[in-house]
């Protein structure tokens, strides 16, 4: 987003699935949002590094009420997806040190990510999770969706990782957008 505004568009269409985009500090949104990238900068903060074999990671997963709603299979390909053998021959690590993983979370506070849809240089479409769900990052979507005039659209019954949630309504949403735009 911040190249597409920043740098220039060099894109035929955006599809801008849940970014991390936190209003204005004089925004009524703004402290829930930014007290939900801080639960993630300490969440990444604390998590476990190393594990001794990639099922660990996956029954994590597979009991966290986070990821709850990921479709069957999802626990696994993600747990094989963000861990990597350890150098030292001991099982497996993070793909990402958690410390790295919590700087990203944080600098979602400091991006200035409000713009509105006409400052894109071409189509951009925003597809949020669900706002009904008790998420900061849903809400604070819909809000930008509203505020900044974007073409949006949100997934039912997902919270912030509707891509892993509902794969097939995520794909379906973004097809139709290039579709209007004759980019299928």
Known sequence: MKHAIEAGWRWDALVLFDPPNVPPPD???YPAMAAFEKRLVDWALHRRRRFAVIDELRQEYLGSRATARWISGEHNLMARS???KSPDGNGYELVC???NEAGIYAQAL???LWPRASEFGGPVKLIGCDPNMKVAACSANHALAIEGDYDYSFVEG???LLQVEKPKECARLTLEFLARHGLV
């Open 27 to 29: 925004h009524p949104l």
């Open 82 to 84: 963000v861990l990597r």
């Open 97 to 99: 040190d958690p410390e």
């Open 110 to 112: 400091t991006l200035n």
């Open 158 to 160: 997902t919270g912030h």
